[in-house]
């Protein structure tokens, strides 16, 4: 059985070759096509059917919308040439953070985007 990270590398993998060579029958190259409003739009169904299968629908559903949501989310760091090694990087950083703290921590970034103390 392959590890997580192996099968998401893997994946990302051939989503970016459907990028550069774009294939006619290509699901993935259809969703470049369309560009960030129809492949935003599919991350967003995605998400909805994931968390209405949470809500009451069988574990399997529940894996299987999980899945659909993963893909669509690489297509779309794809599309925006963000790696999924920097989601990564960012997850790892927030690792053993509060996610009250973090949340924090952004909300007080944004109040203050220039980063002065003024």
Sequence with gaps: ??????????LEHVILSRRSEPAD???TSKLFSG???LIGAKVTEEAEELARAAAGETGDRVVS?????L??????????????ASVEAELSRRFGMSGLDEKASR???A????????
């Design 25 to 27: 029958r290509s699901y």
């Design 71 to 84: 893909y669509h989310m690489l297509v779309l760091l794809a599309f925006r040439d963000v790696p999924l």
């Design 107 to 109: 909300a007080a970034a």
């Design 1 to 10: 059985m392959r590890r997580l990270g192996e099968t998401l590398e893997s």
């Design 65 to 69: 919308e999980a899945a659909d949501l």
């Design 111 to 118: 109040q203050n985007p220039g980063g002065d103390a003024t």
């Design 35 to 37: 560009g960030a409003p």
